[in-house]
């Protein structure tokens, strides 16, 4: 059966960036059949099954690119403080006392959050990751994810180093063609690992068919350490240990010379920002802007609850233009387009997945739909600045991955929401409990 999506606008981030007044996407099989004026498809497709979304813009799936979703249960628990201050005397005790369940119910939370504000495909890395890949799969959505790592040892999952590398073998064979879900092998900095740890696990993304990623250049002291370490800046340090590859995404990227994206170009990475993230913890603002002139993909993540603390990439977009017009004292830096780029297209490829990003024929049907009804989406001048500067993500009634419907006029159809609000009241004070 086809499904006929109608509603005013369709933004489909296509090459050309067309946008379709009184239009459709046609969706079959999980895949989108064909984008074009509503009339023409109504023809075209005479047997469908037609979700008419009236006043109300269709556009491609945002993309978190960089998160960590189970920290839905410290979202609040810990702010206004230093990055280490934050890491050492709070959130990595905390964190030791996670467990399986505890993690899978935070990304639960996180995904449900995503899904109402209209994200279908994330990048995630954390502790006990066995219970998100259950999360994303039992919720429907996209994902790329792994187990980050560290020199120390015994870890939440892993009592040795060689524990992770089978733990990762093993789920590398236990996810091995699912749909939606792929694999990455995720050292968590380059504080935190060791040169022969971090070509131990670049060899291991090679030999399980993972995907690489990593904690990068992400504040002053990671450079000052790097340098005092190593000799070496954090992403010259990266390129000599051969980690600088074509399916390696590096998260933050905050601070960076010419020299590094130079390196980052022609190692051909993507690179996610995280402005709320960044700002919160006053890492500093990622040169987005020439990252983009040297060609380097850029794409959009939230971090994770805990430091940012929404998981809402309509509001990152926001921030992310502003963030650079203020930096730059440039009202013309990081235009509208540019934040949603980001969020789309820069997102397929910091997930190495150029099925997604665009609403164009044999793409994916990973889809939302935001709302103009409502004031502070009137009147439409243009609609991508509405989407970037005016939406809030509550404007969302649809969110749709590989062609099935996770939300709709607010109800959650893939999980049942308000059990996970009362199983969260029912852990509250988990963090203090021996």
């Given at each position: 059966?086809?499904?006929?999506?109608t509603a005013d606008y369709v933004v489909t981030q296509n090459d050309a960036r067309d946008i379709l007044e009184n239009a459709a996407v046609a969706v079959q099989d999980g895949r989108i059949l064909s984008v074009g004026h509503a009339d023409?498809?109504?023809?075209?497709?005479?047997?469908?099954?037609?979700?008419?979304?009236?006043?109300?813009?269709?556009?491609?799936?945002?993309?978190n690119a960089h998160t960590h979703v189970s920290m839905s249960l410290l979202r609040g628990y810990s702010d206004d403080k230093a990055l280490m201050d934050w890491l050492t005397q709070d959130i990595f005790p905390a964190e030791a006392k996670?467990?399986?369940?505890?993690?899978?119910?935070?990304?639960?939370?996180?995904?449900?959050?995503?899904?109402?504000?209209?994200?279908?495909?994330?990048?995630?890395?954390?502790?006990?990751?066995?219970?998100?890949?259950?999360?994303?799969?039992?919720?429907?959505?996209?994902?790329?994810?792994?187990?980050s790592v560290t020199q120390y040892f015994p870890s939440l999952s892993c009592r040795d180093a060689e524990a992770y590398f089978d733990l990762v073998r093993t789920q590398a064979e236990e996810w091995k063609g699912h749909p939606r879900i792929?694999?990455?092998?995720?050292?968590?900095?380059?504080?935190?690992?060791?040169?022969?740890?971090?070509?131990?696990?670049?060899?291991?993304?090679?030999?399980?068919?993972?995907?690489?990623?990593?904690?990068?250049?992400?504040?002053?002291?990671?450079?000052?350490?790097?340098?005092?370490?190593?000799?070496?800046?954090?992403?010259?340090?990266?390129?000599?240990?051969?980690?600088?590859?074509?399916?390696?995404?590096?998260?933050?990227?905050?601070?960076?010379?010419?020299?590094?994206?130079?390196?980052?170009?022609?190692?051909?990475?993507?690179?996610?920002?995280?402005?709320?993230?960044?700002?919160?913890?006053?890492?500093?603002?990622?040169?987005?802007?020439?990252?983009?002139?040297?060609?380097?993909?850029?794409?959009?993540?939230?971090?994770?609850?805990?430091?940012?603390?929404?998981?809402?990439?309509?509001?990152?977009?926001?921030?992310?233009?502003?963030?650079?017009?203020?930096?730059?004292?440039?009202?013309?830096?990081?235009?509208?387009?540019?934040?949603?780029?980001?969020?789309?297209?820069?997102?397929?490829?910091?997930?190495?997945?150029?099925?997604?990003?665009?609403?164009?024929?044999?793409?994916?049907?990973?889809?939302?739909?935001?709302?103009?009804?409502?004031?502070?989406?009137?009147?439409?001048?243009?609609?991508?600045?509405?989407?970037?500067?005016?939406?809030?993500?509550?404007?969302?009634?649809?969110?749709?991955?590989?062609?099935?419907?996770?939300?709709?006029?607010?109800?959650?159809?893939?999980?049942?929401?308000?059990?996970?609000?009362?199983?969260?009241?029912?852990?509250?004070?988990?963090?203090?409990?021996?």
């Amino acid at each position: 059966m086809i499904s006929l999506y109608t509603a005013d606008y369709v933004v489909t981030q296509n090459d050309a960036r067309d946008i379709l007044e009184n239009a459709a996407v046609a969706v079959q099989d999980g895949r989108i059949l064909s984008v074009g004026h509503a009339d023409l498809l109504e023809i075209l497709f005479p047997e469908h099954r037609r979700v008419d979304l009236g006043k109300a813009v269709i556009l491609p799936g945002l993309i978190n690119a960089h998160t960590h979703v189970s920290m839905s249960l410290l979202r609040g628990y810990s702010d206004d403080k230093a990055l280490m201050d934050w890491l050492t005397q709070d959130i990595f005790p905390a964190e030791a006392k996670l467990t399986p369940e505890l993690v899978e119910l935070g990304a639960m939370f996180s995904l449900a959050e995503m899904v109402r504000t209209g994200t279908t495909a994330f990048y995630d890395m954390y502790m006990h990751q066995r219970s998100v890949f259950r999360a994303a799969d039992k919720l429907g959505l996209r994902a790329v994810m792994g187990e980050s790592v560290t020199q120390y040892f015994p870890s939440l999952s892993c009592r040795d180093a060689e524990a992770y590398f089978d733990l990762v073998r093993t789920q590398a064979e236990e996810w091995k063609g699912h749909p939606r879900i792929r694999q990455a092998v995720l050292p968590h900095a380059p504080y935190t690992t060791t040169p022969e740890l971090l070509t131990r696990c670049r060899s291991l993304a090679d030999e399980t068919g993972s995907l690489f990623g990593m904690h990068l250049a992400e504040t002053e002291s990671e450079t000052r350490t790097c340098l005092q370490t190593h000799g070496m800046r954090p992403i010259p340090y990266c390129e000599s240990l051969g980690l600088l590859q074509p399916d390696s995404t590096f998260f933050h990227v905050v601070h960076a010379d010419e020299r590094d994206m130079e390196l980052l170009s022609e190692g051909r990475c993507a690179v996610v920002h995280n402005p709320a993230s960044n700002m919160k913890l006053a890492s500093g603002v990622a040169p987005t802007g020439a990252m983009q002139r040297y060609r380097i993909p850029v794409a959009l993540g939230t971090d994770g609850p805990a430091s940012n603390n929404a998981q809402n990439m309509v509001r990152e977009m926001y921030l992310a233009s502003l963030l650079q017009k203020v930096t730059q004292l440039d009202s013309t830096a990081c235009p509208a387009q540019t934040a949603l780029d980001m969020a789309t297209r820069g997102g397929s490829d910091a997930l190495h997945e150029p099925l997604i990003g665009t609403l164009e024929p044999g793409m994916k049907a990973d889809f939302i739909a935001l709302d103009l009804s409502t004031p502070n989406m009137q009147p439409v001048h243009n609609i991508v600045s509405n989407i970037v500067y005016a939406a809030t993500g509550l404007e969302n009634k649809l969110t749709v991955v590989d062609g099935q419907e996770l939300y709709r006029d607010g109800r959650f159809l893939t999980c049942d929401y308000e059990a996970l609000c009362a199983e969260i009241k029912a852990i509250h004070g988990w963090q203090s409990r021996n």
